[in-house]
């Protein structure tokens, strides 16, 4: 079971393993760094939208610029994911170097509550992130469609939520996935697991300007993977379809990027946001004074080209209070909520990080109080509803609906009480 996860390092030891992840779960089982208070909400049962026709939209930021891809130093990367050898599975983890210079972006006008939201240039600033790549080592196998996951970094460092739920789907069905480390605080932040402080010297290179600039970053890894300078961090396959994935706080991030950046970088084929709290994140924190970020009921600009699936399990709903921004279904936008699922569960926190597809044990229905003891240690058995498999479902409808196929079916809403507060 063991597994290098730093260059330069000796293997970890589970006791490091179950201390990582008894922060990441703490964390994304908490208030996330980009949710507000959840707290005197009206109503979890508002009126949804109906389909409107998408304001004419002014491009003042010109084409996504291009960013120079290099390999990453000999080593394996620092990823705290997965606890299996992924060459077993028949796929290849391969670290990547990007750089260039980013933009941040200044709403136009005020943040409406639908997007989409004219935004404009407001500064650039040199970078150099990371990306994580897992790609069939058969290039012959792969499906087509490359996942670009906003890693989340609640915790202080890189997690990849929507790797460890879709795994065994990617590697059964020949996904390419790449890890974005998009924000400042996975390279630089204070925690011992960010880049910069558990290995110093692998990634010494890398700079962040601030998460400002992070919308711009995430655009040009996605330009980067389907027209590469420098280094070609998919060797070389031809991609047929980009869908951006982002799970709690990057799924915030993801509402902002699709209601401001997405409308003219126009970079993704698709959108999977999963778990979002009901607050977009900041688009720029504090300009003028005041934090550039849309109103704490936004909704995901649904009435676009590209597909969207919002994908909110029961926890997000009554716990994260995301209600307020249910939407409804229309030709570009599905929303689904399943009932019993929580934003955290065992299988994130345990049973995903050594699942390989293969064991049923995986989708039962278990009493596990202390799934990582004695770091995480609980009264009540953490929730181990098998959402995973849902998850899996959902993803797998967005990429067929996405290459052309049938739109994925309609959910109801999960019924709540007449003062919208409870389940």
């Given at each position: 079971?063991?597994?290098?996860?730093?260059?330069?390092?000796?293997?970890?030891?589970?006791?490091?393993?179950?201390?990582?992840?008894?922060?990441?779960?703490?964390?994304?089982?908490?208030?996330?760094?980009?949710?507000?208070?959840?707290?005197?909400?009206?109503?979890?049962?508002?009126?949804?939208?109906?389909?409107?026709?998408?304001?004419?939209?002014?491009?003042?930021?010109?084409?996504?610029?291009?960013?120079?891809?290099?390999?990453?130093?000999?080593?394996?990367?620092?990823?705290?994911?997965?606890?299996?050898?992924?060459?077993?599975?028949?796929?290849?983890?391969?670290?990547?170097?990007?750089?260039?210079?980013?933009?941040?972006?200044?709403?136009?006008?005020?943040?409406?509550?639908?997007?989409?939201?004219?935004?404009?240039?407001?500064?650039?600033?040199?970078?150099?992130?990371?990306?994580?790549?897992?790609?069939?080592?058969?290039?012959?196998?792969?499906?087509?469609?490359?996942?670009?996951?906003?890693?989340?970094?609640?915790?202080?460092?890189?997690?990849?939520?929507?790797?460890?739920?879709?795994?065994?789907?990617?590697?059964?069905?020949?996904?390419?996935?790449?890890?974005?480390?998009?924000?400042?605080?996975?390279?630089?932040?204070?925690?011992?697991?960010?880049?910069?402080?558990?290995?110093?010297?692998?990634?010494?290179?890398?700079s962040h300007p601030g998460d400002d600039f992070s919308y711009d970053i995430f655009s040009?890894?996605?330009?980067?993977?389907?027209?590469?300078?420098?280094?070609?961090?998919?060797?070389?396959?031809?991609?047929?379809?980009?869908?951006?994935?982002?799970?709690?706080?990057?799924?915030?991030?993801?509402?902002?990027?699709?209601?401001?950046?997405?409308?003219?970088?126009?970079?993704?084929?698709?959108?999977?946001?999963?778990?979002?709290?009901?607050?977009?994140?900041?688009?720029?924190?504090f300009l003028n004074g005041d934090e550039a970020r849309g109103p704490s009921e936004t909704?995901?600009?649904?009435?676009?080209?590209?597909?969207?699936?919002?994908?909110?399990?029961?926890?997000?709903?009554?716990?994260?209070?995301?209600?307020?921004?249910?939407?409804?279904?229309?030709?570009?936008?599905?929303?689904?909520?399943?009932?019993?699922?929580?934003?955290?569960?065992?299988?994130?926190?345990?049973?995903?990080?050594?699942?390989?597809?293969?064991?049923?044990?995986?989708?039962?229905?278990?009493?596990?109080?202390?799934?990582?003891?004695?770091?995480?240690?609980?009264?009540?058995?953490?929730?181990?509803?098998?959402?995973?498999?849902?998850?899996?479902?959902?993803?797998?409808?967005?990429?067929?609906?996405?290459?052309?196929?049938?739109?994925?079916?309609?959910?109801?809403?999960?019924?709540?009480?007449?003062?919208?507060?409870?389940?």
């Amino acid at each position: 079971m063991a597994h290098q996860f730093l260059a330069g390092a000796a293997l970890a030891s589970i006791h490091h393993i179950r201390l990582v992840f008894c922060v990441a779960l703490m964390a994304l089982m908490g208030a996330c760094d980009d949710a507000d208070d959840f707290s005197n909400f009206s109503t979890l049962n508002p009126p949804v939208n109906a389909p409107v026709a998408p304001p004419p939209m002014v491009d003042r930021v010109g084409p996504t610029p291009d960013a120079t891809v290099s390999a990453a130093p000999a080593g394996a990367p620092s990823q705290f994911f997965r606890l299996f050898d992924i060459a077993a599975q028949g796929y290849v983890e391969e670290e990547f170097f990007i750089s260039g210079t980013a933009r941040s972006f200044r709403p136009v006008s005020a943040l409406n509550a639908t997007g989409p939201w004219p935004v404009e240039t407001a500064g650039d600033a040199a970078y150099t992130t990371r990306i994580v790549v897992y790609r069939p080592v058969d290039l012959s196998a792969f499906n087509g469609t490359v996942i670009v996951e906003w890693m989340n970094v609640s915790s202080g460092f890189d997690i990849g939520v929507d790797w460890i739920n879709l795994h065994t789907e990617i590697i059964r069905e020949g996904y390419i996935w790449v890890g974005v480390s998009a924000q400042q605080t996975a390279i630089s932040g204070s925690a011992a697991f960010a880049l910069q402080n558990i290995n110093p010297s692998r990634y010494a290179s890398l700079s962040h300007p601030g998460d400002d600039f992070s919308y711009d970053i995430f655009s040009q890894v996605a330009k980067a993977l389907r027209t590469p300078v420098g280094v070609n961090p998919l060797d070389g396959v031809f991609v047929e379809t980009l869908i951006a994935a982002g799970q709690s706080q990057s799924a915030n991030r993801l509402v902002t990027y699709i209601n401001a950046v997405h409308p003219e970088a126009d970079e993704f084929d698709a959108f999977f946001v999963h778990s979002r709290t009901r607050s977009p994140a900041p688009l720029a924190p504090f300009l003028n004074g005041d934090e550039a970020r849309g109103p704490s009921e936004t909704q995901v600009f649904g009435n676009g080209s590209e597909p969207v699936l919002t994908f909110q399990a029961e926890g997000d709903i009554e716990v994260l209070g995301s209600a307020p921004t249910r939407q409804a279904d229309n030709a570009s936008f599905r929303y689904w909520e399943v009932a019993g699922g929580a934003h955290s569960d065992l299988y994130f926190s345990s049973t995903g990080l050594t699942d390989l597809g293969g064991d049923p044990n995986a989708a039962l229905v278990v009493e596990n109080a202390s799934p990582q003891p004695p770091f995480v240690v609980c009264d009540l058995p953490v929730n181990a509803l098998p959402l995973h498999l849902v998850i899996k479902a959902g993803f797998s409808a967005l990429n067929e609906w996405t290459r052309g196929g049938a739109a994925p079916p309609s959910v109801p809403f999960i019924n709540l009480d007449a003062d919208g507060n409870v389940v």
